[in-house]
């Protein structure tokens, strides 16, 4: 089973600033990996697909890097809707398509 | 537009078994897979399996294998999970999402929270 790694677990930054989100897999996951954000009392929603690529709707300061083992999800400058937790997920050697542990992204 | 709506929240004593639905609008269902992810309460997300809603194959987390059972009603495009011999660990909140061919997740269900207690 791959294991999903994601650092911090908590972070805080300011509204306007950038925030750099990390993951990494145990094995390499090629570019089969997507980012997740969660709301409380909310379902996840889909970010980002394929390392890199932003699903329908989502603006433009998300994006996704990286490929292999390490990934990283930047959101560019911070807006209040933004303070969440986050998720990475591969689905590249399933099952099982394992997720990290989440990154709490707060205001500072 | 795509909707996945999902069955209500339940209560359930251990060892009991619990059925959710998840039914699909907004697109052709047998297109699609429908992935199972769950959340413990003030906990990470665990995938819990997929289904093609195509040919009703599935993959399911190890850890679950033998006491999930997941299926599909193209009829009614509906996607069910069940869960048997319930311990106070599965307590958490179930979801369904719209499994793409690549493996990702791009709509998912209001989520059904199952709450295993004596």
């Known amino acids: 089973e791959i294991v999903m790694t994601q650092s911090p677990a908590t972070l805080s930054v300011s509204p306007g600033e950038r925030a750099t989100l990390s993951c990494r897999a145990s094995?390499?996951?090629?570019?089969?990996l997507a980012w997740y954000q969660q709301k409380p009392g909310q379902a996840p929603r889909l970010l980002i697909y394929?390392?890199?690529t932003r699903a329908t709707g989502i603006p433009a300061r998300f994006s996704g890097s990286g490929s292999g083992t390490e990934f990283t999800l930047t959101i560019s400058s911070l807006q209040s809707e933004d303070f969440a937790v986050y998720y990475c997920?591969?689905?590249?050697?399933?099952?099982?398509?394992?997720f990290g542990q989440g990154t709490k992204l707060e205001i500072k | 537009q795509v909707q996945l709506v999902q069955s209500g929240a339940e209560v359930k004593k251990p060892g009991a078994s619990v059925k959710v639905s998840c039914k699909a609008s907004?697109?052709?269902?047998?297109?699609?897979?429908i992935s199972w992810v769950r959340q413990a309460p003030g906990q990470g997300l665990e995938w819990m399996g997929w289904?093609?809603?195509?040919?009703?194959?599935?993959n399911y987390a190890q850890k679950l294998q033998g006491r999930v059972t997941m299926t599909t009603d193209t009829s009614t495009s509906t996607a069910y999970m069940e869960l048997r011999s319930l311990r106070s660990d599965d307590t958490a909140v179930y979801y369904c999402?719209?499994?793409?061919?690549?493996?990702?997740?791009?709509?998912w269900g209001q989520g059904t929270l199952v709450t295993v207690s004596s």
């Open positions: 999402a719209r499994d793409l061919v690549a493996g990702h997740n791009d709509y």
């Open positions: 907004g697109y052709t269902f047998t297109s699609y897979g």
């Open positions: 289904i093609s809603a195509y040919n009703g194959n599935t």
């Open positions: 094995q390499s996951v090629s570019s089969n």
């Open positions: 394929g390392a890199s």
């Open positions: 997920q591969q689905y590249n050697n399933w099952p099982p398509r394992t």
